[in-house]
């Protein structure tokens, strides 16, 4: 019989229930949690498990029916940041908490992929996390079963779409509007918009860029539509680089300010003495760009964080677990933006005391949260 410190040959339930002088069904309702066990036979029983040093089998135990202990995060995609950011922030909670996590991909929004990894990711004690920032994301959001333990990433919601839904979101419709502000604020006649894929009709982050431009009073331009990457950003603003009007350009993801940018230095115009480009995201690479780039700070590791304690709820409605707010987003003043040639500022900005501290130098701008940087801070 195996015995505390051989590590040679791993100690199994059946182990356990035979030195404890009981079934291997009766370590199983110990191991659960069942209240089927008399108070004497739980107590052999645990001490059995230490005496041995048994460690339950995470799988073994969700097969046998336990308390939920394992999260599959389902997601379409693992390496744009939003994405692996927040899974990154996943990851870290669950481990924290004693859970184990694992991953199923979306391969495509196909109703035979998405009911495949619905199919799969669900299993006895498990939970689901759903990362529903596009269409593979959200039909998969859609066809998780009632009866199963969830909590989604989702777009900012419109109306009361999210009321009582396990959901969490940072607010890209503000964020969107400020970022509009802010350039208008710089002198910009208007903003040009570059946007990410969306799900939806029309994505909230392009409605709050449209209504800063409306509530201004000045031309609302078409927004170009791009895929997620620095590639799609350089093909789609070869005509917005060559258009010599175009001197502000909002976009919605870092990774499509990089090439923006390109597109704009191969068009021969300087950023942003001649254009000003904005982006949203704030990943690493965007501090360290020359010009460094202005962009749209959303923390995902800590949304990811705040989506696990809403799946913690979920499960144990009246257990004590801590609630994690979402993140507000901010604007990272750099480099990337400043009033366009021969024009000042409409409304310069105001150094004023932040209410809560905000990193790394945080500070307001034109009624609303700023971090001003320099590159490579």
């Known amino acids: 019989m195996p015995v505390a410190g051989d590590r040679t040959s791993p100690v199994s339930i059946r182990d356990v229930a035979r030195a404890a002088g009981v079934s291997r069904q009766t370590v199983s309702r110990v191991i659960n949690e069942s209240e089927r066990v008399k108070p004497s036979t739980r107590t052999a ?42 899974l990154e922030g996943i990851e870290e909670a669950t481990r924290a908490a004693g ?30 996390i759903i990362i529903a920032y596009d269409a593979p994301g959200i039909a998969a959001l859609n066809t998780v079963p009632p009866d199963v333990p969830m909590a989604a990433m989702v ?60 509530a201004a009073g000045v031309p609302v331009p078409e927004p170009v539509q791009a895929g997620w990457d620095p590639q799609s950003g350089c093909e789609v603003a070869r005509d917005l680089a060559r258009d010599r009007k175009v001197t502000a350009v909002l976009c919605g993801n870092d990774e499509l300010a990089f090439g923006v940018m ?39 590791k800590t949304l990811g964080k705040a989506c ?4 913690l709820a979920v499960i144990e409605p009246t257990g004590s677990s801590d609630v994690i707010e979402s993140p507000r987003a901010e604007l990272v ?45």
């Open 45 to 86: 029983v645990l001490a059995t498990i230490a005496r041995l040093e048994y460690r339950p089998n995470r799988a073994a135990r969700a097969l046998a029916g336990g308390p939920v202990q394992s999260v599959t995060v389902l997601t379409s995609n693992t390496r744009q940041y939003g994405f692996a950011a927040a």
């Open 99 to 128: 859970f184990a996590m694992g991953v199923r991909v979306v391969e495509s929004g196909t109703p035979a992929d998405v009911r495949d990894a619905v199919e799969r990711a669900i299993e006895p004690a498990g939970a689901l």
């Open 155 to 214: 777009e900012t919601p419109s109306g009361d779409e999210a009321l009582g839904k396990p959901w969490v979101w940072i607010d890209d419709r503000e964020a969107a509007g400020d970022a509009t502000k802010f350039l208008l604020g710089l002198g910009h006649t208007t903003v040009h918009y570059v946007a990410i894929p969306t799900s939806r009709r029309v994505a909230q982050r392009t409605l709050g860029w449209r209504g800063a431009l409306k």
């Open 262 to 300: 390109r597109a704009l230095h191969q068009a021969g115009r300087a950023i942003p003495r001649d254009v000003s480009v904005v982006g949203f995201d704030d990943m690493p690479a965007s501090a360290f760009h020359i010009p460094a780039l202005t962009t749209v700070r959303q923390d995902f």
């Open 308 to 311: 696990f304690a809403k799946l």
């Open 333 to 377: 003043v750099r480099e990337s933006a400043s009033p366009p040639p021969g024009s000042r500022p409409r409304a310069p900005a105001r150094k004023t005391p932040a209410r809560s501290p905000a990193p790394r130098n945080g500070k307001r701008v034109a009624g609303f949260r700023t971090a001003t940087e320099s590159g490579g801070e």
